[in-house]
């Protein structure tokens, strides 16, 4: 099993950066992959970006392409999401989850483990 921790949100202006962390415990987490999603009031949640297992394969939403980049550091058991040129539209709750045998990495459902959430806030 792992667990997992999110942090790195906050409240940032159109236009600026954060980068959120996921902190994951359990010494195998290489062979996950992990996913971000987001919610945002009112909304379903929705996937956000993924990096696959160990390799450095990752996909994004066409929302966040080219603004968004996720990375993960095995030796430190965190995967990241640097996000730049933030919007109004991309304040959410978001979450990171993990997989060990992931299917369509849009679908939450293929994930297993969740965080708890990290709040990210964008004024305009």
């Known amino acids: 099993q792992v667990q997992l921790v999110e942090s790195g949100g906050g409240l940032v202006q159109a236009g600026g950066s954060l980068r959120l962390s996921c902190a994951a415990s359990?010494?195998?987490?290489?062979?996950?992959?992990v996913g971000w999603f987001r919610q945002a009031p009112g909304k379903e949640r929705e996937f956000v970006a993924v990096?696959?297992?160990?390799?450095?394969?990752?996909y994004y939403a066409d929302s966040v392409k080219g603004r968004f980049t996720i990375s993960r550091d095995n030796a430190k058991n965190t995967v990241y999401l640097q996000m730049n040129s933030l919007k109004p539209e991309d304040t959410a709750v978001y979450y990171c989850?993990?997989?060990?045998?992931?299917?369509?990495?849009?679908?939450?459902?293929?994930?297993?483990?969740w965080g708890q959430g990290t709040q990210v806030t964008v004024s305009s």
């Open positions: 989850a993990a997989s060990l045998r992931l299917k369509d990495y849009t679908d939450q459902r293929w994930y297993g483990y």
């Open positions: 359990g010494r195998t987490f290489s062979t996950y992959s």
């Open positions: 990096v696959i297992r160990s390799t450095t394969d990752t």
